[in-house]
């Protein structure tokens, strides 16, 4: 069969990108004749299906402030009339030059289903995939450009796939002029690649570090988008002597990492040998360096100003963080003594390929997804868990939706280590959790390893999304779940 996606942006870094890449893949395993449109202009042949590169200058429109090679990323609210109909254009005439699809799917609430909608015109049926951040950053808080584009684009497809509940009641409420949109909305969250997420031994984990930064160490950090000092990061952990703690995502506020690295002393106050490693690029990585020195300085009066400036040091307005400064004002003389060394022991390796995060994940014991707003799907929980490493979240959003999917697997005293609560509180349960984790006996810590692998191993599996894809495409759609279930909001 004949399928056809659309993707506006790269295949790596970001979820929506490992997610088209991954699904691609999984298509062309199964036989299908996949035509990939995207932006990636560096795309080799190893991902098995036809790339088309549509030419659409060097504007990128995007949800996020940020930087891309070869590109003028600029915020969908932020484009002119004419680049956004440029844009549009040349998308839809990129749909219609390659061959007649039997089926598509569109990423992304805007601009991607519009296009299907004008390029295919009819011509075959298509599902939408969406990702949370084209809604959230784009959509709600400007319904006036960009609801009708969205709604245009919803109205023609077959079926709607969603990561989570909470997204699906999110776009239900943006896009409530569209009656009909809940009957034909589905699960269809990501999926892991269970091949090669999975648990190592603590020898085979060091060899993969070792690996990866002889690979990062060879070739010039811009090259591949991470920072220069990434492969002597990776170089100095161990999992046979350090405890090993990961962040992996985007490096803006509101992914929360900030709570994470003021937990840290704490973590490393009780567990000295802890090592955290942060991996990501974004705009708000320079403040992040700024903490970890001031957290180096015992510098207070610092952290509080990163706190009081919040959005303001990634180049958005000021606004303060909340509930890390509630923990700076109580923080105590132990946090101060223990924030030297915890800062010693924070690496960050900038952006990190996908494809490469399997030789960092399973040497490490836990995994910490701190986002302070709604994410559509926990796919690096579901990771970690796949490499036996505690996926600690935040319990909200679709990131809640996968720990209930995974608490299963542990034993009734163990499950409230999935997850935290995002207040005034989240620094201490941060580090309360993960010290619990780290300390618990060898024997009941890695049977829950094994036990977490096993469950995403049993719920995840790229086949199954890619098959679920031709089906909400085809509208087979009572083959697919219902989003069911309510849980809370950040």
Known sequence: MRV????????????????????????????????????????????????????????????????YEGFDAVPFPELGEDQLRRYLDANVAAVRSIPPPEVALANHLVMGPVILARGLDGRAPYAVKIHGSALEYTVRPHPRRFL???????????????????????????????????????????????????PRPLAEAAAGLTRL????????????????????????????????????GKLIVSKGVDLLLAAWPLVVARVPEARLVVVGFGTYRQALGRFV??????????????????????GGPPGELRYLHAFLDGAGDDWLRAAPAAAARIHFTGALAHDDLPSLVP??????????????????????????ALPLSAGHSGMAEVTAALAPALPEELRPLLSFRVGPGAVEEIASKLVAWLTLGGGERERARAALADQAAHRYS????????????????DELPRPVGSLPGP
Not at 175 to 190: C, N
Not at 300 to 309: H, M, S, V
């Open 363 to 388: 040497a490490c014991e836990a995994q910490v997804m701190p986002s302070t707003f709604p994410e559509a799907f926990g796919m690096v929980a579901a990771e970690a868990a796949a490499c036996g």
């Open 4 to 67: 056809l996606l659309f993707h506006a942006y790269l295949l790596r870094g970001t979820g929506s990108n490992i997610y088209t890449a991954s699904l691609a893949r999984a298509l062309g395993a199964l036989g299908h004749d996949v035509h990939l449109l995207c932006q990636d202009r560096r795309a080799e042949a190893a991902y098995g299906v036809t790339i088309h590169v549509p030419d659409i200058g060097r504007v990128l429109p995007v949800y996020v402030a940020d930087r």
């Open 148 to 198: 009708p584009y969205a709604l245009e684009g919803v109205r023609r497809a077959s079926g709607v796939l969603v990561g989570s509940r909470h997204t699906a009641e999110s776009l239900w409420e943006v896009l409530s002029d569209e009656p009909s949109l809940p009957e034909r909305t589905r699960l269809g969250p990501p999926g892991v690649d269970v091949q090669a997420f999975r």
């Open 213 to 248: 930064a002889e690979k990062l160490g060879s070739v010039e950090a811009a090259a591949w988008g991470g920072e220069a000092g990434a492969a002597d990061a990776l170089r100095e952990l161990d999992p046979r002597r350090d405890r090993i703690v990961s962040y992996v």
């Open 462 to 477: 790229w086949e199954s999304v890619a098959r679920g894809v031709i089906a909400a495409a085809q509208g087979r759609l």
């Open 293 to 314: 020195d001031a957290l180096a300085g015992r510098d207070l009066t610092a952290l509080k100003e990163i706190a009081a400036r919040g959005r303001e040091l990634e």
